[in-house]
């Protein structure tokens, strides 16, 4: 069970830089997390679902995972410091946490 923990806060650290670089994230559970509105991610598993495409598989590093699956023909929108904090907190942090990670970059 405290791997679980221990993955699950790893995966948020990794999320909040995600949403840094202008990744759209919602959490549906703390077990699993949808980027762009296309890409479900089950951190603990390390397992994700491409819902447009209809593939399931697993990753091996989530950060460079979701950045190389977007990777093409994409632009990131400049991140706006409320909308990140908004995106942090409703995924379970602090205000004050998500304001340190936007102002001081996300802890490795």
């Known amino acids: 069970m405290e791997k679980h923990s221990n993955q699950r806060h790893a995966a948020a650290k ?3 830089r995600l949403i840094r670089q202008g990744f759209s994230v919602r959490m549906f559970t703390p ?13 603990t598993r390390q397992r994700f679902h ?3 495409a209809n593939r399931r598989g697993s990753y091996r590093e989530l950060e460079k995972f979701v950045v190389d699956f977007f990777a093409k023909g994409r632009e990131l929108p400049a991140v706006d410091r409320n909308e990140f904090i908004a995106s942090l907190v409703s ?9 340190h990670a936007f102002d001081h970059g996300v802890p490795e």
């Open 14 to 16: 990794e999320i909040a």
């Open 31 to 43: 077990y699993q997390f949808r980027f762009n509105g296309r890409l479900d991610i089950f951190p």
């Open 50 to 52: 491409d819902l447009e």
């Open 91 to 99: 995924i379970g942090w602090s205000k004050q946490e998500a304001a």
